[in-house]
């Protein structure tokens, strides 16, 4: 059973299976202040929209109606200012006309000081009413930012200014520019990046082991060089989408340093940012990078940047002469959106110094206590439990003799089956383990663990119950024992079918599905040539009505005879399951 919830806390970008980085659900307080999206992306300057109000006066406790329409828009936010004084807090706050469409949001610790969208749902307007405070001042401006895409935005449309009676004519101060991420000069590299070096001159960390970027564009390569002061960092990996890494204290997502090369428009967009929790990762200012380029060619994207190894007073930017865990991450990414990671990210085995002695360090995409999670179950369910079923169905006669007081067939079976048990206890606790608790995100996978686990323990504990051989009860305990027992079985292959997928234990597919379906056809088919033996066989011994003549071959004779083929067979089984059994953990330990 694969850690539940995935192992999750290993991954560099592991977002919410919902949008990165563009609120779709409209909870952007974050925003309240600049009203400037956190999508990394200038703002367009001719807003194509307008934001109305019903009447230019108002009484403090008056209700205005406010709308916002326009081309059709995904996002949106509003608030009300002094119109004085744009930059201040929000006055007063607002009540919603339509609450499918809009959400009151809490700015500058006042409730419902703004609005904001509920989903990305196109729309061409929106209408919420203001309620003007007893403290109102004399003029007030409504500001809106409407989001059309992800890169296409507005920031701060205003509405025309109103104004309570007696208050004095409106002058219009000094207009102030809507923030704006500045863009930062980005070259174009000439060349790709080698590893040459690595372990030598620069820090290096890459998949698949000793690849070369400069040879393969599929090579996920990162690399840290020092030069007094600062670090110059590389990363390359495939074009499509975005390419990340993030420095770590652990092997969980959250608090962690994190940088992106995101491809868009034939472009690539170099952005540091950071991760709170396991929410999706904020993009920060530039300004913390220096020498910025990138290159897209053979199906590659590779980027590059300066910073210094030290950065006092620049927020989320950790410094670079401490140990960290290392991620590194491809994903997704749609007009400079990205989206969750389908691949689980490499972690480094262990904490790095990236300044200091220059390093070639591996990284695995699967934890080791869940790589020991699968292997163990893999032993336990796809040989120890296959070949004790085998034993016990067909082999009595062929492994009849004594052994430490009990038929060998039964001993055989009995020991493997205990391994089982034993093998699956302590699978079960080391996704535990790791993940520190239960979690949903590993699907049905960790449900079907726990049948198993359930039914792996009660077993031996009913065997152990067992009734004597003609015992009017052992009928009962036979049939239940088979039942328990294959339906493990089932159980058991289904959750290693659901496991195989999760990104917890990384296995590369579509192989492996077709490896696991393989077992299973191997597992059946031998069932099935062995059926087919006892049948013949026992054809083979039966009483001629007619003649009332026996032939003269006792079923004990003709088992006799096939005992040959059994064990032929038997080999061939065992073989062939420790083959599987050897390359799915073969796959496991490269991960």
């Given at each position: ?122 729309k061409t307007e929106v209408r919420v009413y203001w309620d003007a405070p007893g ?457």
């Amino acid at each position: 059973m694969a850690a539940p919830g995935r192992t999750a806390a290993a991954l560099l970008l592991l977002l919410r299976l919902s949008l990165v980085a563009g609120y779709p659900s409209g909870r952007v307080t974050e925003s309240c202040g600049d009203m400037v999206p956190r999508h990394g992306h200038a703002p367009r300057p001719d807003p194509v929209h307008s934001v109305a109000v019903a009447r230019t006066t108002f009484m403090p406790g008056d209700q205005i109606e406010v709308t916002v329409s326009g081309p059709e828009f995904k996002g949106f936010l509003i608030e009300a200012r002094d119109a004085e004084d744009l930059s201040g807090a929000p006055v007063g706050s607002f009540t919603l006309i339509d609450s499918q469409e809009s959400q009151l949001l809490t700015c500058g610790d006042k409730q419902g000081s703004a609005v904001s969208h509920t989903s990305a749902h196109k729309k061409t307007e929106v209408r919420v009413y203001w309620d003007a405070p007893g403290s109102a001042p004399n003029h007030v401006q409504f500001l809106a930012t409407v989001l059309e895409k992800y890169k296409i935005y507005w920031v701060r449309i205003p509405s025309p200014v109103i104004s309570q009676p007696k208050a004095p004519p409106f002058s219009t101060p000094g207009t102030t520019p809507a923030p704006s991420p500045a863009s930062p000069a980005v070259s174009r590299l000439t060349k790709p990046f080698s590893a040459s070096g690595c372990g030598s001159k620069k820090f290096c960390v890459r998949s698949p082991w000793a690849c070369d970027p400069a040879k393969e564009a599929t090579c996920l390569f990162l690399s840290f060089t020092r030069d007094n002061q600062s670090v110059t960092v590389e990363m390359s990996g495939p074009s499509k989408g975005y390419l990340s890494f993030a420095l770590s204290h652990d092997r969980w997502m959250g608090d962690d340093d994190a940088y992106l090369c995101i491809h868009e428009d034939q472009t690539v967009s170099i952005r540091p940012a950071h991760l709170t929790g396991r929410s999706h990762p904020a993009l920060d200012s530039w300004d913390a990078l220096e020498d910025m380029a990138w290159r897209l060619e053979d199906g590659g994207m590779q980027c590059s940047f300066r910073r210094n190894i030290t950065l006092p007073g620049v927020e989320n930017r950790f410094d670079l002469n401490t140990s960290y865990y290392i991620f590194l991450a491809t994903g997704a990414a749609k007009d400079g959106r990205i989206y969750r990671h389908s691949q689980q990210p490499l972690i480094t085995y262990e904490k790095h110094e990236v300044t200091g002695d220059p390093q070639d360090v591996g990284a695995s995409r699967a934890p080791p206590l869940l790589r020991a999670h699968g292997a163990l179950m893999l032993m336990s369910w796809m040989t120890a439990v296959s070949v004790g079923v085998i034993v016990a169905r067909f082999f009595k006669p062929v492994l009849s003799r004594p052994l430490f007081g009990e038929s060998a067939w039964f001993q055989v079976h009995r020991a493997l089956m205990l391994i089982t048990s034993f093998l699956t206890c302590i699978a079960f606790v080391l996704p535990f383990i790791y993940r520190g608790g239960w979690s949903s995100r590993a699907g049905y996978h960790p449900y079907l663990g726990c049948v198993v686990l359930v039914l792996a323990v009660l077993q031996p504990l009913l065997a152990a119950m067992r009734p004597p051989l003609h015992d009017p009860r052992r009928h009962l305990f036979n049939w239940t024992h088979w039942g328990m027992g294959t339906a493990a079985r089932i159980v058991a292959v289904a959750a290693m079918f659901l496991g195989m997928d999760l990104p917890g234990l990384a296995l590369p597919g579509p192989w492996k599905t077709y490896v696991m379906l393989g077992f299973v056809a191997w597992h059946v088919g031998a069932e099935i040539v062995l059926e087919v033996h006892a049948y013949r066989l026992s054809r083979k011994v039966e009483i001629l009505d007619d003649t009332r003549i026996q032939i003269m071959q006792t079923f004990t004779m003709a088992e006799a005879e096939g005992h040959g083929f059994k064990k032929a067979v038997l080999a061939v089984y065992i073989c062939g399951n420790v083959t599987f059994l050897v390359i799915f953990l073969s796959a496991v330990s490269r991960l």
